[in-house]
């Protein structure tokens, strides 16, 4: 599980990255988080995409290596439903990186859902937009987030008309 740390003026570190490998090797690369000191994992997966990757046991597994774990499922290539609770993901996952956490978010690929969720955590922050964007997006090594749709929303979360 490669993490794309992106490059902040915070105590904490906030990586993305795409879903770690699900089955028998779920532990090792959670295991392989922990010993680089990373205290949240953040998934964005659907329950059944969750299940057919072999990582329905991700949130526990995490939990009993000492990593915190939240589940804030999101339609692959979609749009967060409750927007409300997406805004207050990314005020907390601010919050723990003013704290001098280091989180991970990560979705199926690492390109829109994982990315739009730093970013929106980064504008959570104050951070305009568009920086937020770039720095997700230099990090990943390749233009975020993966839509549209995506982009867009982005745009109107910043601009807190969604």
Wanted: glycine fraction near 12%.
């Amino acid at each position: 599980m490669k993490v794309h740390w992106i490059a902040l003026d915070t105590p904490g570190r906030l990586g993305v990255s795409r879903r770690p490998e699900g089955g028998e090797a779920l532990e090792a690369k959670l295991e392989h988080l922990h010993r680089g000191m990373v205290d949240q994992v953040v998934s964005l997966l659907q329950p059944e995409e969750a299940a057919a990757f072999g990582l329905a046991e991700e949130g526990t597994t995490a939990e009993k290596l000492g990593i915190g774990f939240y589940n804030f499922p999101v339609v692959d290539h979609g749009l967060p439903v409750d927007v409300a609770h997406y805004r207050r993901a990314a005020g907390a996952i601010h919050g723990r990186l003013q704290a001098g956490q280091a989180i991970v978010i990560h979705c199926n690929a690492g390109l829109g859902r994982a990315p739009s969720l730093a970013i929106c955590a980064l504008v959570a922050g104050g951070m305009n937009v568009d920086e937020a964007i770039l720095r997700v997006g230099r990090a990943r090594g390749r233009p975020v987030p993966e839509t549209d749709a995506q982009y867009e929303f982005l745009k109107a979360f910043a601009a807190g008309e969604v």
